[in-house]
């Protein structure tokens, strides 16, 4: 080495020890932009926008990386059975960048999560000509989330979830990611995403041996037990799977506090009720008591949506004694039996939603939210009990929550005023064309437009559509006569 090559390296090395320093700012500042800036999480004023879009905390612990999350559809149309998400009957409104039931927060990168309207916001067209009206709060008929599931758990393992397959289909998607950007979606955000996704699959691999979901039904806690418990998804005991349960409505909770709620009453607190529905997209960590308490207030005294077809005022009349005196005990707001649990015995409807929740899995739910407060109050679960049977509820807007029964089982009211052998063995479930003569949704279609609609089979583990016999012998002028009162509720 020469004199004069020496302090010419030396300034190479300092020229490079200043670019790395500066390299390594900028990626720092970039990391702790979205903090320094307040995060470009979008709020919505308007609440029902809000619930519809707006964050409660779940892309944090669950969330897609926005881009990801846009090209799937565009990589894997194989694995959808229509276009898009749409397909999976999530419900895309004009002038909106994601369904309804989908939220956004800016952290590193935008991700994508979901909220209460992926399973609590769904539709009603009053002919298949007519335009589809959203109606939030009441189940997410629609909704196949089995299939969103089995979606996002096929691409995972499929050979082209890589960044040499996916970068060019984002950059054409319009994603205009700077260089630093296109860097850590290569090495870092798809890889990572893979993992994460490879990891839902295993946790949802009990899917594979029970009855599909179907359109707006979902295990309840079974995702929670390998999700959060971490038991393995093969040591869930066959008599544990199949509590397959309908999205209930969400509307008016106010005069709802302190019933046994939940399809078996396993809970009589308003605030857990929401919190532990929270936790089929947040964790304890990400969870954003602010966002759904917002919602919570609003659900606190929202009425349910009133019968939008004619009644005959005079047979509804003559439906109310009847209703007064063979479903009132059970049903009305003031009902001596409201919010309490019938025993499996007596209503006898099908046993999977009950025996999924299990004692066992009571003791570990009851360590969630340990020391964690919110207003002051501890959220610490204190109020989840083991029943032995499914809970009564109010009926308002009854009318909205077809198909029927806990585990969505019958479709119509009249349907259900049948007895059991005469209510149908097999219908279709996902088409929103509402039926006011059955008072329900049409479940005699199996496709339109080339979709296809999910057929419940009554017969598999799960769907049982037995029990509930209540009105099954009334007269058949009586039942009409009840229905159009049930119409007004
Ligand atoms: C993944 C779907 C899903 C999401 C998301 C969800 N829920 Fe639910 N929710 C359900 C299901 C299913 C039930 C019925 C649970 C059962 O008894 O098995 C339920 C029950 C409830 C109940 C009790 C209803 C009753 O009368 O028994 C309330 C209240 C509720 N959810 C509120 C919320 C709120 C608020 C959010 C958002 C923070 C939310 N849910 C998010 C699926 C969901
Ligand atoms: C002894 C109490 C009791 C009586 C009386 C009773 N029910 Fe029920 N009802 C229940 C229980 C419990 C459930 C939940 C069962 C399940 O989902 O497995 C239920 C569920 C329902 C549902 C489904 C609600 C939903 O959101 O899917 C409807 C509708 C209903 N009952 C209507 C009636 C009508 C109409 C009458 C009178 C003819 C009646 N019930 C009488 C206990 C009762």
Wanted: negative net charge; proline residues 7%.
């Amino acid at each position: 080495m020469t004199a004069d090559t020496q302090p010419k390296k030396k300034s190479i090395i300092g020229k490079l020890t200043i670019i790395i320093v500066a390299i390594s700012i900028i990626i720092l500042l970039y990391l702790v932009s979205p903090f320094l800036l307040g995060n470009g999480t979008p709020k919505y004023s308007n609440i029902e926008d809000h619930y519809k879009y707006g964050s409660i905390g779940g892309e944090e612990a669950n969330g897609i990386p926005y881009w990801i999350w846009k090209v799937l559809p565009e990589m894997f149309p194989d694995k959808l059975p229509g276009e898009g998400y749409t397909s999976l009957g999530f419900i895309q409104e004009p002038g909106h960048d994601l369904p309804i039931g989908f939220a956004q927060s800016k952290m590193l990168f935008n991700q994508v999560g979901q909220n209460c309207a992926t399973c609590h916001a769904g539709s009603l067209r009053d002919t298949p000509d007519s335009p589809r009206k959203i109606i939030t709060t009441m189940p997410s008929n629609t909704v196949n989330l089995g299939a969103y599931i089995q979606f996002l758990s096929d691409v995972a393992i499929d050979k082209r979830f890589t960044a040499d397959y996916m970068m060019p289909e984002i950059e054409a998607l319009g994603a205009n990611l700077n260089p630093l950007e296109k860097l850590v979606y290569r090495f870092f955000v798809i890889p990572q995403t893979r993992d994460g996704l490879i990891t839902l699959r295993s946790n949802f691999a009990f899917l594979d041996r029970q009855s599909a979901y179907g359109p707006g039904r979902v295990d309840t806690f079974t995702n929670y037990k390998t999700r959060l418990f971490g038991v393995a998804p093969e040591d869930i005991p066959p008599e544990e799977l199949n509590g397959i349960a309908d999205f209930p409505s969400v509307w008016q909770q106010k005069p709802r506090e302190g019933m046994q709620l939940h399809w078996d009453g396993n809970n009589t607190s308003v605030n857990e009720r929401n919190n532990s529905a929270a936790l089929a997209l947040v964790t304890e960590e990400t969870i954003n008591f602010d966002a759904i308490h917002r919602v919570a207030d609003w659900l606190w005294e929202l009425p349910s949506p009133a019968y939008p077809y004619e009644i005959n005022s005079e047979l509804a009349a003559t439906g109310q004694p009847i209703f007064e005196n063979n479903c009132a005990s059970c049903h009305a707001f003031d009902g001596v039996k409201v919010g309490t649990v019938i025993p499996i015995e007596a209503i006898a409807t099908d046993p999977g939603r009950l025996d999924s929740y299990t004692q066992e899995f009571l003791e570990k739910q009851k360590t969630l939210f340990e020391g964690i407060s919110y207003r002051g109050e501890d959220q610490q679960f204190r109020h989840f009990t083991k029943t032995n049977g499914y809970a009564t509820m109010p009926l308002d807007g009854v009318w909205l929550r077809s198909p029927y029964l806990h585990n969505g089982s019958v479709p119509t009211l009249k349907d259900l005023l049948e007895t059991p052998e005469n209510r149908p063995q097999e219908f279709y479930r996902g088409y929103d064309v509402y039926d006011p003569e059955n008072v329900g949704f049409v479940s005699d279609v199996a496709q339109e437009d080339g979709k296809q609609y999910f057929k419940l089979d009554t017969t598999l583990p799960g769907n049982n559509n037995s029990g509930h016999l209540y009105g099954t012998e009334l007269s058949n002028s009586d039942k009409t006569a009840l229905i159009e009162y049930l119409k007004t509720l």
